[in-house]
T-cell receptor, first 116, second 115 residues
Framework: AQSVTQLGSHVSVSEGALVLLRCNYS??????LFWYVQYPNQGLQLLLK??????LVKGINGFEAEFKKSETSFHLTKPSAHMSDAAEYFC??????????????FGQGTTLQVKP | EAGVAQSPRYKIIEKRQSVAFWCNPI?????LYWYQQILGQGPKLLIQ????????DSQLPKDRFSAERLKGVDSTLKIQPAKLEDSAVYLC?????????????FGPGTRLTVL
């Protein structure tokens, strides 16, 4: 069965610093990979997704993620953090292991704090 | 384009009471999902519909939870009777198709507190 592990439930960075949120998945078949962001009292919003092709994926708000099959990772980065990036971030997978239904399997989330 | 609508936004009930949540997906979206998000955890799929048929309800506690999607549009999720461990945010999402890469669009959720 597929699973997703996000390393670090809380990450704190200074404004302007690099943001790195880690995500590893377990799957015998490379899945499709997603990053969602959740602001307080709001639903989840898609940041970016990897399906096929280029392994470096660019998303909204300056975020990007790189699919590394050899490391079974899909870490999310942003070169320079902004105060408005403070939110909870979820990594998710879908694919063969989830029954081919489009069902998303989420990690437990990482709360990003941005300090002025 | 209007997003996914959910109501109510907040609900407080006592254990053993019943509660219902409503979801209106984005117009034209065939697939509708209900997720349960317990505090400190990622969302977990409860049930998935394509049009008005159930695709996956393997993680729905069927002894107390039920859901329907009449006419393939709106959906309701019901809990009867509620337990303390049902306290969570219930998220509704919709996608255009059933593809593995289709983007799911989420509503704001209903926060349920069971006392």
């Amino acid at each position: 069965a597929q699973s997703v592990t996000q390393l670090g439930s809380h990450v704190s960075v200074s404004e302007g610093a690099l943001v790195l949120l880690r995500c590893n998945y377990s799957s015998s078949v490379p899945p499709y990979l997603f990053w969602y962001v959740q602001y307080p009292n709001q639903g989840l919003q898609l940041l970016l997704k990897y399906t096929t092709g280029a392994t470096l994926v660019k998303g909204i708000n300056g975020f990007e993620a790189e699919f590394k099959k050899s490391e079974t990772s899909f870490h999310l980065t942003k070169p320079s953090a902004h105060m408005s990036d403070a939110a909870e971030y979820f990594c998710a997978v879908s694919g063969v292991g989830s029954g081919n239904t489009g069902k998303l399997i989420f990690g437990q989330g990482t709360t990003l704090q941005v300090k002025p | 384009e209007a997003g996914v609508a959910q109501s109510p936004r907040y609900k407080i009930i006592e254990k053993r009471q019943s509660v219902a949540f409503w979801c209106n997906p984005i117009s034209g979206h065939a697939t509708l999902y209900w997720y349960q998000q317990i505090l400190g955890q990622g969302p977990k799929l409860l049930i998935q519909f394509q049009n008005n048929g159930v695709v996956d309800d393997s993680q729905l506690p069927k002894d107390r939870f039920s859901a329907e999607r009449l006419k393939g549009v709106d959906s309701t999720l019901k809990i009867q009777p509620a337990k303390l461990e049902d306290s969570a945010v219930y998220l509704c999402a919709s996608s255009l198709g059933l593809g593995l890469i289709d983007t799911q669009y989420f509503g704001p959720g209903t926060r349920l507190t069971v006392l």
